[in-house]
């Protein structure tokens, strides 16, 4: 029943926002009463903290399976953007926005534990990258690391890139556009415009 919970609970979280969805709505659309979602979580805050850590995991996990896989760095950049954006439903919502607005302590813990994964694995694509000769020997790995995720979390910002003027895909596309035609060689700028054709 727990995981249920979560599972619903995240579905109506994504397509409606965190501040939104009331714990009635919850129960309403399980066919429970609220003293069945009270008797596994306290509050709604310890709700959505079970939430978004189920969510966090389910990522991680699917990100590691990305990068076990062996493909070249470009196709892996893409491939992680598309299972983040399948979990997250596009982020029609704004999930990141809203946690940041309404549950900033659990947002700020949340980041911290994103940037620790995702560093990980972007200075891996990075070595890999220049190693194939798709990205330029000179670059700063660890600078690049950073900009990278501040890029990433920065274009879900709803203040700078309001949900009714952009489409979450077409900015994503349009971050890993920027980001990588500024670390690749010619070689690499090749293997990008393929993937961004397919996009």
Known sequence: MKEAIIDKSCELFLTLGFKSVTMDEI????????????????????????????MFEKISCGIDHVCGIDM?????????????????????????????????????SLKQKQF??????????????VKMGLYRADIDVDFISRIYFIG?????????FP?????????????????????CTPKGILQLEKQLNEN
């Open 72 to 108: 070249n760095p470009i196709d892996e950049i893409f491939a992680i953007k598309k299972l983040v954006m399948d979990h997250l439903k596009d982020e029609k919502s704004f999930p990141q926005y809203q946690l940041q607005k309404y549950y900033p302590k659990l947002f700020s």
């Open 163 to 183: 949900l009714k003027n952009y489409v979450m895909k077409n900015l994503m596309n349009q971050y890993l556009d920027y980001h990588l035609r500024g670390i």
């Open 116 to 129: 620790q994964i995702m560093q990980k694995c972007v200075i891996e694509n990075l070595q890999k990258g």
């Open 27 to 54: 129960a309403n659309a399980m066919g429970v009463s609220k003293k069945t979602i009270y008797k596994y979580f306290s509050n709604k805050t310890d709700l959505v903290t079970e939430v978004t850590n189920t």
């Open 152 to 160: 990433v979390t920065g274009i879900k910002d709803n203040d700078m």
